[in-house]
């Protein structure tokens, strides 16, 4: 594809409820890493991968946040139980010669 | 720690003026340095980068950056600016260690007609 891509767009959560948001890379990028923004923010990074294995997960801010990429590809980001501090745009990004690339994110909202 | 900071929260400029944006690093050594730039509801794109060579570096939409060793600074130009470019302005810093990179707070640029 011409650029990363995440799905979906904008996601609405209930307290407690586990979501999923995705990541499609572009292709041939070994490295993805996703990010949290909170409003008014700079992206915060959460975790990082080359290809399908997590090199740092250092940023991920407890143990309901997970991230895997099974193929090296296409990757997802996990929340369980959702918090209304979960509420943030989730920025993925792909990498190639030490640049990042970003997707347009997706604004997840817990009610 | 690396860090990297940008003092200005908002910065407000007329349209057709100059505009210059202020990003600070703090690196062992000489970083790698990014400016992205996101408008409301996108996500962050590249406006340009340093690595090494020339340290004045161009980019797109007419931006260029210039790397000071001297003052830790990696400040953005532009010199006139378009109602366009009212956006959030990132500035970001990595290592040649790994892809990783740090970002600014970032800046809010507004344009007065």
């Known amino acids: 594809g011409a650029g990363v891509s995440q799905s979906p767009r904008y996601k609405v959560a209930k307290r407690g409820q586990d979501v999923a948001l995705r990541c499609d890379p572009i292709s041939g990028h070994v490295s993805l890493f996703w990010y949290q923004q909170a409003l008014g923010q700079g992206p915060e990074f959460l975790t990082y991968f080359q290809n399908e294995a997590q090199l740092d997960k250092s940023g991920l801010p407890s143990d309901r946040f997970f991230a895997e990429r099974p193929e090296g590809s296409v990757s997802t980001l996990k929340i369980q139980r959702t918090q209304q501090e979960d509420s943030a745009v989730y920025l993925c990004a792909s ?6 690339y970003f997707g347009p994110g997706t604004r997840l909202t817990v009610l | 720690a690396q860090s990297v900071t940008q003092p200005d929260i908002h910065i407000t400029v007329s349209e057709g003026a100059s505009l210059e944006l202020r990003c600070n690093y703090s690196y062992g050594a000489t970083p790698y340095l990014f400016w ?13 980068k340093y690595f090494s ?14 790397f000071k060793r001297s003052q830790s600074s990696f400040n953005l ?9 009212a956006a959030e ?3 970001a810093g990595g290592t040649n260690r790994d892809d990783k990179i740090i970002f600014g707070k970032g800046t809010r640029l507004h344009i007065l007609p």
């Open chain 2, 89 to 91: 302005y990132f500035c």
């Open chain 1, 95 to 100: 990498s190639l010669s030490n640049t990042q």
């Open chain 2, 36 to 48: 992205y730039v996101q408008s409301p509801g996108q996500g962050l794109q590249l406006l340009l």
């Open chain 2, 77 to 85: 130009r532009k010199p006139s600016v378009h109602w366009s470019d």
């Open chain 2, 53 to 66: 060579g020339d340290t004045l570096v161009q980019g797109i939409k007419g931006f260029e950056a210039e």
